[in-house]
């Protein structure tokens, strides 16, 4: 397994329930994947540096995770349908 970044911006309409459930899904994405989450920071509602998909305010969220390769690409595929997601970007780390 390697080791990714991700920062994720989900939807400013959603709820605290809902944000709840939309990172409870990706979290289950990961372990179901057999991935492992090393750390999970939410940075809370921030305002985005440019409109993207109509929004100008974002929830944001940064993981460090494990994961194998298929694993990203199924995160990834994941996250680009989500309604709940307005952006995401999964870079690898250098160790």
């Known amino acids: 397994m390697k080791a990714y970044e991700s920062v994720i911006i989900f939807s400013p309409q959603l709820d605290e329930e809902n944000l709840e459930k939309a990172i ?8 179901n994947e057999d991935g492992e989450i090393t ?21 944001y969220l940064l993981m460090e995770i494990k ?6 690409q199924e ?5 680009k349908i989500s309604d709940d997601v307005i952006r995401h970007l999964i870079v690898k780390v250098n160790t």
């Open 24 to 31: 409870a899904r990706v979290e289950e994405i990961i372990q």
């Open 39 to 59: 750390k999970r920071d939410r940075w809370g509602k921030r305002r985005l540096a440019y409109e993207v998909k109509g929004f100008t305010e974002g929830f």
């Open 67 to 72: 994961l194998s390769s298929s694993a990203v």
């Open 75 to 79: 995160l990834d595929r994941v996250l």
